[in-house]
């Protein structure tokens, strides 16, 4: 069975600072990669996603993801945060089967 | 206008009682999605359907119950509430062959 794991539980960082969040998953097949984010009291929205081709990912809100295949990672980055960037992150991989499987979460909070 | 929808957006019920969560879909996807959130933010799986067929059945008491009406709908009928049902149970939707799910807003179920 495949499983996703994330590496940092919680994040604190002030504005500005950079940010990187771990994400591996154990399959070795093909896999479909995912970084969803989830704002206080709201649903959970897609920030981006790889399928195939460049394995730098750029999504919405100035964020990027790298997948490297050989490390079975897939990390998320952003440059410089704001304090709109708190919120809970997750890491889901899914395979063929339409079954996404998500990591524990990271809890970013962003000091103003 | 609103892609996942799900009603109610909170549900406060005694132990023993039986309750339903209602998703609606107006993507046109063909898949739908239940998952559990628990109080450590943690997301599982709990059911998917593919044009009305159950697809994914993870290991979930009997007392929980999908039901899809039709592929826009994707109910969840849960009998005998326990304690520990109290959770976020998010409804999600995506294109048969594309694996992007689209997030509900949750329904945030308290069992007392």
């Known amino acids: 069975a495949q499983s996703v794991s994330q590496h940092n539980h919680h994040v604190i960082l002030s504005e500005a600072a950079s940010l990187e969040l771990g994400c591996n998953y154990s399959?070795?097949?093909?896999?479909?990669l995912f970084w969803y984010v989830q704002y206080p009291g709201q649903h959970l929205q897609l920030l981006l996603k790889?399928?195939?081709?460049?394995?730098l990912v750029k999504g919405i809100k100035g964020f990027e993801a790298e997948f490297i295949k050989s490390k079975f990672s897939f990390n998320l980055r952003k440059p410089s945060v704001q304090w709109s960037d708190t919120a809970e992150y997750f890491c889901?991989?899914?395979?063929?089967?339409?079954?996404?499987?998500f990591g524990a979460g990271t809890t970013v909070t962003v000091r103003a | 206008d609103t892609a996942v929808s799900q009603t109610p957006k909170y549900l406060v019920t005694q132990m023993g009682n039986d309750k339903s969560i209602k998703c609606e879909q107006n993507?046109?996807?063909?898949?739908m999605y239940w998952y559990k959130q628990d109080s450590k933010k943690f997301l599982k799986i709990m059911f998917s359907y593919n044009n009305k067929e159950l697809i994914i059945n993870e290991t979930v008491p009997n007392r929980f119950s999908p039901k899809s009406p039709d592929k826009a709908h994707l109910n969840l009928h849960i009998n005998s509430l326990e304690l520990g049902d109290s959770a976020v149970y998010f409804c999600a939707s995506s294109r048969n062959t594309d694996y992007e799910q689209y997030f509900g807003p949750g329904t945030r179920l308290t069992v007392t």
């Open positions: 889901a991989a899914a395979l063929y089967d339409y079954k996404l499987s």
């Open positions: 399959y070795g097949g093909t896999v479909n």
């Open positions: 993507l046109g996807h063909d898949t």
């Open positions: 790889y399928f195939s081709g460049d394995p």
